[in-house]
């Protein structure tokens, strides 16, 4: 939640820093003071011009003074985090502050530096950091000094504490800010404190104190000229009002914003204030009004040319469509928010997107992406504290699991989520506690100064005058010193007594506070006086038996009270605590109430004052009821004892239902046996066809030509010996000779080709022996090989091999794997380039090697018959369709790895091998 509240912090800093007129650029021959406040004026809103600027008319390698370069430095570096250059903000800051430590450099050119640096660290969660550079801008100005850069400090001091959690910091921060502003009547920076310190009241959900403080910064700034912080005062008072369920007066407010702001030409607020007016009345119930707010918030982030600022836009809109039960629209909405979101790294803004994705999933029924939605929710937003978007997402997450039937899973959720709530109440009291606490503590020490301050100007009027009277006779120095000291008893008395009553109302109002805060938490606040035995007790409940005043000097003054079974790890907790063996005590036990009946207290205390060795002299804490909640959690056993039940009953109907799938599995096993050598005799049937039809074609073409030569030659032999054979016929007879003769070549040939692939099914080869093999040398060479075989031009294709990898295993084997697999990709490409590439990568003690090329993919389906024998698209062209069976044969039975053949959306048609490394 801290840093939610840092967002609208910064929010709210912009806001008050920037213009939204149109950025004008310094003239060519402006001053150097004119140029350094143009880059102060849209570091933060312009930062790109700013950067820019800067760069092209060379401004950090100019003859500057150390004072103008530390300024020129500082913006430059503003404005490159503003846009997410970290890096590059913070060298140009090392520089600055380089020139910081040698030269002589103002205090409040310093601070611009410090500033900057904070900010960034505190961005980059350095925060030790944040926080040394803040305490060193106080510390460049004398002590107890009134200038607004301690303010300024005080108040980042704060926001920085605030992401740490440090709440008693964050406040004493704040304070100390008002003390400075006030004393200058910065009226200004006094709203802005009041308005941070009712942004932190928000986050702990005192939304009362936060809206007191914001009403008191729209106060402070009555008659002032700063129309733009009005504007934004307005804008964050209005989102309280929101919180409160108070829509009418938040929508009265954020109108009064949006005027100003387009008074003042303030567009880019005026966005958020359309965005807030949406949301505020789509709460409110008027959808009609919301929508019609939005598209202004749209159309005027669209003109800006800022599409940043429409998250929001479109989450609220996603809300709109849910409502309305347009499920598609709303996700296609949330789809544009989510994208920005992630763009500015907004986890919070996130983690509500993701809790909006579960709710209209669980609307369309599907559970699993819903139950998956709130839990990125739920750690996104405990990563950022944002504990509103937390408890949602795990009421969904609980409603989800609910579904699916998963009771034991939404049970631990349940449990987790109550846990976080009780956890987040204890926190929020405890934050409240201390606000009044510092409150408390620097109203005494204000009080002090002013009884100092009037003591010393009543001192400094005694030796004023007695200093003037000092000649006057002996009788008329003792007649008017004593009417002297008399007026002086008599002003002293009466400014004593003015005081007291001030003081007196101050401690009444502070008392006042602490008992309303007491009252809305119902806590008893309790003090122990270890010393005298004096206990005190306020806000008491009605029914409890403990009295406001009692004594005791340990916890047996409680015996009494409590339940014998608790009694032992009371007094265990308490004393633990009191010897400074645990940081704080807290137990949970009952006690009886005035009616008899058992009641559950959590107590929580600490020692807040002890002697020189450490020993404790008074404790203070508070008590809690917490007797529904242990209703809730024996309830929760009831439940969870019920779960056990129905999964013991179901767990003998699976056994049952066990027992009778393993009768139909051994069932199945045995029709599977007989499906097996089914499949096992059609395989080699279909082996046996394939083989006869492929040698059938070579060696039916030999055969025809030997039938047409011995035809010829009879022809011939006839003509010869009735002598009437010519030269032409002869001649015609050689010509018959030499193409049958060629064609029963290319037959037997072909037909002899083929059986000796057949034979390359066989299996494995014993004679190789395994050895080191450089997988891309050995791919390199197999292209080389393939090109040359299949006589292909090198500038028609090309290998890109990545990774460098060794494997011990059979180089003949791997090398012929290689070679199909590059000569299937050059045959069967069909384009002009054929682009091959292969990554290579370790994989324990094996590789994986991915082969894929840029040629025309094969039909969907066909890559499951890839590896059969026979297949080919190319069979009129000549081809078998046995290369890639045997590289399969090759990995699987002689390498012992796997080969798949996969489609890839960018790369194509591709080949996966993982091979083992084979040992000798």
Not at 143 to 166: F, R
Not at 535 to 553: D, K, M, Q, V, W
Request: glycine share 4%.
């Amino acid at each position: 939640m801290s840093r939610c509240v840092l967002g609208f912090f910064v929010v709210c800093c912009l806001a008050f820093f920037v213009h939204a007129n149109e950025v004008s650029l310094p003239k060519n021959n402006a001053d150097i003071s004119e140029v350094i406040h143009f880059l102060k004026k849209n570091s933060i809103n312009s930062p790109k011009i700013v950067i820019s600027y800067i760069e092209d008319n060379k401004l950090t390698q100019k003859a500057l003074s150390h004072e103008e370069k530390v300024k020129v430095l500082s913006y430059y570096a503003q404005a490159n985090q503003f846009i997410g250059e970290i890096e590059k903000a913070n060298a140009l800051l090392a520089e600055a502050f380089t020139i910081i430590s040698n030269g002589s450099v103002s205090a409040d050119t310093q601070a611009i530096a410090l500033f900057v640096r904070a900010v960034i660290s505190s961005e980059t969660t350095q925060y030790t950091q944040a926080l040394n550079d803040l305490n060193a801008v106080i510390a460049l100005y004398p002590k107890d000094s009134n200038n607004k850069n301690i303010g300024k400090a005080y108040q980042t001091l704060a926001d920085t504490y605030l992401l740490i959690n440090d709440y008693k910091n964050t406040f004493d921060a704040l304070y100390k800010s008002q003390f400075v502003f006030k004393a200058m009547k910065d009226q200004t920076m006094l709203a802005v404190s009041y308005g941070r310190l009712g942004s932190v009241y928000r986050s702990i959900g005192d939304f009362d104190k936060a809206l007191e403080n914001m009403l008191k910064s729209l106060k402070a700034l009555e008659g002032t000229q700063a129309e733009r912080r009005v504007a934004i005062t307005y804008n964050n008072t209005a989102i309280i009002y929101k919180d409160l369920g108070r829509y009418d007066e938040a929508i009265n407010l954020h109108k009064r914003s949006l005027n100003l702001k387009e008074k003042i030409g303030y567009q880019r607020g005026m966005v958020y204030s359309y965005n807030n007016l949406g949301e505020t009345y789509r709460l409110k119930g008027d959808k009609v009004q919301a929508q019609r707010y939005l598209d202004e918030a749209q159309a005027l982030a669209v003109k800006l040319n800022n599409t940043m600022l429409l998250g929001s836009t479109y989450l609220y809109r996603a809300r709109i469509a849910k409502q309305n039960n347009q499920l598609g629209q709303a996700l296609t909405h949330l789809d544009n928010a989510m994208a920005i979101y992630q763009k500015r790294n907004s986890k919070a803004r996130i983690s509500e997107a993701w809790v909006e994705y579960g709710d209209i999933y669980f609307a369309q029924g599907d559970f699993v992406k819903a139950e998956n939605s709130y839990q990125q929710a739920v750690e996104l937003s405990q990563a950022v504290q944002k504990n509103v978007v937390t408890f949602a997402a795990y009421e969904g997450l609980v409603n989800a699991l609910k579904q699916q039937q998963n009771y034991q899973k939404a049970l631990n959720a349940l449990i987790v989520y109550q846990g976080l709530k009780s956890a987040l109440f204890d926190k929020q009291s405890q934050q409240r506690l201390e606000s009044l606490i510092v409150e408390n503590q620097l109203f005494n020490a204000q009080q002090k100064l002013k009884f100092a301050q009037q003591e010393g100007k009543l001192k400094q009027a005694e030796l004023e005058r007695v200093e003037t009277h000092r000649n006057w006779s002996a009788f008329t120095l003792v007649v008017i010193f004593i009417i002297s000291w008399l007026i002086y008893r008599k002003v002293q008395q009466h400014n004593r007594i003015k005081v007291e009553i001030e003081a007196r109302k101050a401690l009444e109002e502070s008392e006042r506070r602490l008992n309303l805060a007491l009252w809305g938490s119902g806590d008893t606040l309790w003090d122990w006086d270890l010393t005298s035995g004096e206990i005190t007790r306020e806000n008491l409940p009605t029914y409890s038996r403990f009295s406001s005043n009692a004594s005791g000097l340990d916890a047996k003054a409680l015996k009494e009270f409590v339940h014998p079974d608790d009694y032992s790890s009371l007094t265990d907790a308490f004393d633990a605590h009191i010897c400074n063996k645990t940081p704080f005590f807290e137990a949970s036990y009952r006690v009886l109430d005035k009616q008899g009946e058992w009641r559950w207290l959590l107590d929580r205390g600490k020692v807040v004052d002890t002697d020189e060795h450490g020993k404790a002299l008074r404790i203070t804490g508070t008590q809690r009821d917490i007797t529904k909640l242990k209703q809730q959690e024996v309830a929760l056993l009831e439940l969870n004892s019920e779960l056990e039940q129905r999964v013991a009953q179901r767990t003998t109907e699976l056994a049952t239902m066990n027992q009778q799938l393993m009768h139909t599995i051994e069932k199945l096993e045995v029709a599977q046996e007989y499906i097996i050598e089914a499949e096992k005799h059609a395989a080699l049937g279909s082996m046996v066809a394939g083989l006869a039809h492929e040698i059938n074609t070579p060696l039916g073409t030999a055969i025809t030509a030997v039938s047409h030569l011995k035809m010829q030659t009879v022809t011939t032999e006839s003509q010869f010996k009735s002598k009437t054979l010519s030269s032409q016929a002869f001649e015609s007879f050689l010509n018959d000779v030499n193409n049958s003769s060629e064609l029963i070549e290319s037959g037997v040939g072909k037909a002899g080709e083929l059986v000796e692939r057949f034979k390359l099914l066989a299996g494995k080869n014993s004679a190789q022996k395994p050895t080191v093999i450089n997988l891309a040398t050995l791919l390199l060479e197999s292209f080389k090989v393939a090109l040359n075989t299949l006589q292909r031009d090198p500038e028609t294709a090309n290998l890109t091999i990545s990774g460098d990898v060794e494997l011990v295993s059979f180089a003949a084997t791997l090398a012929q794997v290689f070679n199909i697999l590059v000569e299937n990709a050059l045959l069967h490409a069909d384009v002009p380039y054929v682009e091959i590439t292969c990554e290579l990568s370790k994989v324990g003690s094996g590789v994986e090697i991915n082969f894929y090329d840029n040629g025309k993919n094969i039909q969907v389906g066909d890559e499951k018959r890839i590896f059969e024998p026979f297949y080919t698209r190319k069979r009129q062209r000549g081809y078998a369709g046995l290369g890639l069976h045997i590289a399969y044969n090759n990995v699987t039975q002689d390498l012992n790895g796997s080969i798949e053949c996969y489609r890839d959306a960018s790369k194509g048609l591709g080949y996966k091998i993982k091979l083992p490394s084979i040992e000798s």
